[in-house]
């Protein structure tokens, strides 16, 4: 498993844009079993080196920047790689009405420091990705957050047991939610591990 997106990984834009409805095709197919939802809205979207290879490549053919924007979505993405010994993850507080969106975020400060896996008896708390504070003065949150979730070595191998009972959960006074991973998500990240 690779860790660091790369120049040299890059397609050209041209190669990129002939095969991009086929790659977007299997990518979608590929991130079925990277998702997971815990709650009414929160959904966490796990990441890899081929989901941020696919969005640094979606991102160079939609904004067209060349070669200058490049290093600027390196920089941005391979923070979101996993490195051999951790999950990282997009969670996303999925709320369409705008109203409702803006009421449930202001009640949920804080709780990107309240989210954590367990695996076979063992916690491991999600970290932010980026050092940016997600939740505001006002204590609003953000709808997205970058979260990292490093594990301990008896944790991967425990994860990467067929059946292994993972619990993903929220610790917030207000959104104290909590979900079983699926079975094929779980054998889907475990791949993720060294």
């Given at each position: 498993?690779?860790?660091?997106?790369?120049r040299?990984?890059?397609?050209p834009i041209?190669?990129?844009?002939r095969?991009?409805?086929?790659r977007?095709r299997?990518?979608?197919?590929?991130?079925?079993?990277?998702?997971?939802?815990?709650g009414?809205?929160a959904?966490?979207?796990?990441?890899?080196?081929?989901?941020?290879?696919?969005?640094?490549h979606?991102?160079?053919?939609?904004?067209?920047?060349?070669?200058?924007?490049?290093?600027?979505e390196?920089?941005?993405?391979?923070?979101l790689?996993?490195?051999?010994?951790?999950l990282?993850?997009?969670?996303?507080?999925?709320?369409?009405?705008?109203?409702r969106?803006a009421?449930e975020?202001s009640?949920?400060?804080?709780i990107?420091?309240?989210?954590e896996?367990s695996?076979a008896?063992?916690?491991?708390p999600?970290?932010q990705?980026?050092?940016?504070?997600?939740?505001?003065d006002?204590?609003?949150?953000s709808?997205?957050h970058?979260?990292?979730?490093a594990?301990?070595?008896?944790?991967?191998?425990?994860?990467?047991q067929?059946?292994?009972?993972?619990?993903?959960?929220?610790?917030?006074?207000?959104?104290?939610?909590?979900?079983?991973?699926?079975?094929?998500?779980?054998?889907?990240?475990a791949?993720?591990?060294?």
């Amino acid at each position: 498993m690779k860790h660091e997106i790369t120049r040299a990984d890059l397609l050209p834009i041209s190669v990129y844009e002939r095969e991009r409805k086929e790659r977007r095709r299997k990518m979608a197919a590929m991130k079925a079993n990277r998702r997971m939802e815990v709650g009414p809205f929160a959904t966490f979207y796990f990441e890899n080196y081929d989901t941020m290879l696919h969005q640094v490549h979606e991102m160079l053919a939609i904004e067209r920047g060349g070669e200058e924007q490049v290093q600027s979505e390196l920089d941005a993405y391979n923070p979101l790689v996993p490195k051999g010994r951790e999950l990282v993850a997009t969670l996303m507080f999925e709320i369409e009405d705008p109203d409702r969106r803006a009421r449930e975020l202001s009640r949920l400060g804080g709780i990107e420091h309240r989210i954590e896996m367990s695996v076979a008896g063992t916690r491991v708390p999600a970290r932010q990705v980026e050092d940016e504070e997600r939740t505001r003065d006002d204590g609003k949150t953000s709808s997205v957050h970058f979260l990292r979730f490093a594990f301990p070595p008896a944790a991967i191998a425990a994860f990467k047991q067929p059946g292994a009972e993972i619990v993903v959960a929220f610790a917030h006074p207000n959104y104290a939610h909590m979900a079983r991973m699926p079975e094929p998500v779980r054998a889907a990240l475990a791949g993720d591990f060294d």
